[in-house]
């Protein structure tokens, strides 16, 4: 490689403005777009980025933080084209009007899930992620505590959403200074009641148990 092709290609950017992203499996659905390219240092850049994706709310935009990339990746984001954000994004906001009118939360929670594996079919991956998520669905852990980690999920928002439940158990410690001792005290959650998102119960090192649902007496 000649000296004036190692120069183009030192100030050539990894990334530009516009630039789209999806978050790759088995995480949550989650499209990335490049608002701003702040810089570099050596094999980091520096981007403000929003986040798209659904709820049974509608559509969720995490607008405008920033991230890093290392070695030109966003740590488990991969590349999509521009126009498949366009027509992603279009769709999430046809989504969005329509959940908006539903007043019935499993109603919602269905639209949700149908719109969510649209997304997901438009994508170049996603044979590779519709069974992967099958092959997940069918190697769900019941009965025992697991850690809540950023590999896993309410088991609501799956396919087996309807014969299983996901209980999480957050600890919190709090001190009496009357008696001097440590307080520790669980509170057990259902997702329809759990104050906390996912990546909260993450960090705060929460635990989580998936039940059977008992079959329904006629």
């Not at 439940?165 to 001792?181: F, G």
Request: glycine share 4%; net charge negative; aromatic share 8%.
């Amino acid at each position: 490689m000649s000296k004036i092709d190692n120069e183009i290609k030192e100030v050539t950017p990894r990334f530009k403005k516009g630039d789209a992203l999806v978050e790759i499996a088995p995480h949550p659905l989650v499209f990335m777009e490049i608002n701003e390219v702040k810089g570099d240092a050596g094999n980091k850049d520096f981007c403000i980025v929003t986040w798209y994706s659904l709820d049974e709310k509608g559509l969720n935009a995490q607008r405008r933080f920033s991230m890093v990339a290392v070695d030109g990746e966003f740590c488990n984001f991969k590349p999509i084209s521009r126009k498949l954000l366009k027509e992603a994004k279009s769709l999430m906001r046809q989504y969005d009007a329509e959940v908006r009118q539903l007043t019935d939360k499993k109603k919602a929670k269905a639209l949700c899930k149908e719109y969510n594996r649209k997304l997901t079919e438009m994508l170049p991956d996603a044979e590779e992620r519709l069974a992967l998520a099958q092959q997940i669905e069918k190697e769900i852990i019941t009965n025992k505590w697991l850690d809540c980690e950023e590999d896993n999920y309410w088991v609501e928002d799956s396919e087996q959403g309807d014969k299983y439940i996901t209980l999480v158990c957050v600890t919190s410690e709090s001190y009496d200074d009357k008696n001097d001792k440590t307080i520790t005290k669980q509170s057990i959650y259902l997702q329809d009641n759990c104050p906390y998102g996912w990546g909260t119960l993450v960090k705060s090192g929460a635990k989580y148990m998936v039940i059977e649902k008992p079959e329904a007496v006629i």
